[in-house]
């Protein structure tokens, strides 16, 4: 669980809550139109730039910000030292009995030992694996992207509600009682776009491309251990490889 996630956008929203609870009548903020407008805008618009799919699982990637699943560098990292000492000792067939749970901590390692045991040539599983990579990468850019779009798109459409409000305020001109409430319904719409975008979508596409980099060194990971295994390098060797890929110490947690 990624608790600073979790304190930052709950604690941006909290801290704007109270002021506005301080300053005067919270319902004074709420407007349904404005919702629909910068809200519903927001995801109407975003339709035109993703199939719909890439749209939901990029949406649903928010989960990722909270809790990304991914393992802590070190364990990772003696994991796959042991598998090399065990390859060294025994050979590489010896491994066929962990295969599962190759497949348990990733599909590509799982795939490129699977290879690696049944003897294909090193260059191949490397060519095979960095195609893999290349689709993950493009898959996880899209989940950035789908929030960077967003963080776009609220704002705008908090800009053209505001624009809306101003258009119908001015109709009423000849009543300027109803020319502050106005101004105020009008206003709410940046205020919910400007809100959205940095409180949210801003901060959960930062969290998603950092999440996105490291996910992507894990599995880079994985091409190392398995040419250290073909050519039989000291698995001290690639312990130090791997700290250095992953940018920890002994120690140390990213």
């Known amino acids: ?8 956008i709950v604690g941006a929203f909290l801290l704007l809550i109270i002021s506005i609870a301080l300053g005067g009548s919270p319902l004074a903020f709420v407007n349904i139109p404005s919702i629909l407008i910068v809200v519903g805008g927001g ?10 799919k890439e ?5 649903k990637a928010i989960g990722k910000a909270f809790k990304p699943g991914l393992p802590d560098p070190l364990e990772h990292i003696d994991f796959l030292v042991d598998i090399v000492n065990k390859a060294r000792k025994n050979g590489i067939l010896a491994l066929e009995s962990d295969i599962d749970s190759f497949y348990e901590k990733d599909q590509l390692f799982g795939d490129i030992m699977r290879m690696l045991i049944d003897g294909q040539d090193i260059e191949e599983i490397k060519s095979n694996a960095e195609t893999a990579l290349m689709k993950v990468d ?7 992207s789908v929030w960077e779009a967003l963080g776009e798109l609220f704002p705008a459409f908090g800009m053209i509600g505001t624009l809306i409000g101003l258009i119908q305020m001015l109709q009423n001109l000849n009543d300027p009682s109803a020319l ?4 105020a319904v009008a206003m709410i719409t940046t205020l ?3 809100i959205l975008a940095n409180a949210v979508c801003v901060p959960v596409s930062k969290k998603l491309k950092y999440y996105k980099d490291l996910s992507l060194l894990l599995k880079e990971s994985y091409i190392l251990t398995v040419e250290a295994i073909n050519s039989g390098t000291n698995p001290n060797v690639l312990r130090g490889k791997l700290m ?8 140390e947690e990213l």
């Open 138 to 144: 493009q898959d996880l850019s899209t989940e950035v």
């Open 55 to 59: 749209l939901l699982n990029g949406v």
């Open 244 to 251: 250095s890929l992953l940018g920890v110490k002994a120690g």
């Open 43 to 52: 995801f109407a618009a975003s339709l035109s730039s993703y199939p719909l």
């Open 192 to 194: 919910y776009g400007a």
């Open 1 to 8: 669980m990624d608790i600073a996630t979790l304190i930052g």
């Open 180 to 183: 502050g409430p106005g101004m």
